[in-house]
């Protein structure tokens, strides 16, 4: 079973809909979570780190559920610019170095 | 603009050469670190350092050597022993080694023809 597993999508789907991706992870001890963005052939960024009671930035949504272990990113409203591959990060130790990454979601907006 | 440098951009090696690429950051960050990514994985950890002149092998360190003489440099050289190296191979830093947040270069992509 891989550490970090997401689903690869692709999603496609129109502008102004609402779409989720969910991602699970195996170590029942990760102690933080994060949602990279990753424009094609372009370097990861930072989207937002995940919080135990759950967060939100703008149209962004992000949801842990330690007892599924997994974690939960909602875009609401989407635009075309959320086109992107989303990365799953998730690390068991707190230690940078041991960052577990997902393979990605990829997501298409269209008009 | 701070920020993290990775040269070149595209690289085509022949097999047996050895290939060194460059990262450097002006973000002042203590840590650094050499990923790769191949198509549908995630990124696989070879090198990081947490301070000057010290550096650990990651989770797939064979055929690859780093150097960090400087803060702001972190090499990464591909050797002729990495048996599969074409890639696109990202650098990053962060402030220190238990912060959380990684900033990414915008990658080489290096081909082995």
């Known amino acids: 079973r891989k550490e970090v597993e997401q689903d690869p999508g692709p999603f496609n789907v129109p502008e102004g809909a609402t779409v989720a991706f969910n991602c699970t992870y195996s170590?029942?001890?990760?102690?933080?979570f994060f949602w990279y963005r990753q424009d094609c052939r372009k370097e990861p960024k930072l989207l937002m780190s995940?919080?135990?009671s759950g967060n939100e930035d703008g149209r962004f949504t992000a949801q842990l559920n330690r007892a599924s272990q997994y974690i939960s990113l909602l875009i609401r409203d989407s635009k075309l610019s959320d086109s992107a591959t989303y990365l799953c990060?998730?690390?068991?130790?707190?230690?940078?170095?041991?960052?577990?990454f997902g393979a990605g979601t990829r997501l298409t907006v269209k008009p | 603009d701070g920020g993290i440098t990775q040269s070149p951009k595209y690289l085509f090696r022949k097999e047996g050469q050895n290939v060194t690429l460059s990262c450097e950051q002006n973000?002042?960050?203590?840590?650094m670190y050499w990923y790769r990514q191949d198509p549908g994985q995630g990124l696989r950890l070879i090198y990081y350092?947490?301070?000057?002149?010290?550096?650990q092998k990651g989770d797939i360190a064979e055929g690859y050597s780093v150097s960090r003489e400087k803060k702001e440099s972190f090499p990464l050289t591909v050797t002729s022993a990495q048996k599969n190296p074409t890639a696109f191979y990202l650098c990053?830093?962060?402030?220190?080694?238990?912060?959380?947040?990684?900033?990414f270069g915008e990658g080489s992509r290096l081909t082995v023809l």
């Open positions: 995940v919080y135990s």
């Open positions: 170590n029942s001890a990760s102690q933080s």
């Open positions: 350092s947490q301070i000057v002149n010290d550096f």
């Open positions: 973000l002042n960050h203590d840590a």
């Open positions: 990060v998730v690390n068991p130790t707190g230690h940078n170095n041991d960052m577990r």
């Open positions: 990053a830093s962060s402030e220190g080694p238990n912060t959380g947040e990684l900033f």
